[in-house]
């Protein structure tokens, strides 16, 4: 059973930096695709970034340039470095994994950007 452990989720300013892990547990393949979500309080969950096992990337609009998204293959973690955030980036974080026609999901980590 495959599980997904996000951490690194909490309080922060305006401008301010953290980063998200997601550990992934159990029987993974090799080629899978990772990402990041988010849903802020009323609104849909929406696509932050997504990694490929090769290393392609790719970003939402509104965090091009402030968010970068990496993965440890050997250790079937990825994560999100999100720097100069904003009040609007506050949501739950959700890491997902995609693999063999699968998908699996965490139970999120809180980000919250206030002064």
């Known amino acids: 059973q495959v599980q997904l452990v996000e951490s690194g989720g909490g309080l922060v300013q305006p401008g301010g930096s953290l980063r998200l892990s997601c550990a992934a547990s159990g029987s993974i393949s090799s080629f899978n695709h990772m990402g990041w979500y988010r849903q802020a309080p009323g609104k849909e969950r929406e696509l932050v970034a997504g990694i490929t096992s090769g290393g392609w990337t790719n970003y939402a609009d509104s965090v091009q340039g402030r968010f970068t998204i990496s993965r440890d293959n050997a250790k079937n973690t990825v994560y999100l470095q999100m720097n100069s955030l904003k009040p609007e980036d506050t949501a739950v974080y959700y890491c997902?994994?995609?693999?063999?026609?699968?998908?699996?999901w965490g139970k999120g980590t809180l980000v919250t950007v206030s002064s």
């Open positions: 997902k994994l995609s693999d063999l026609g699968r998908e699996y």
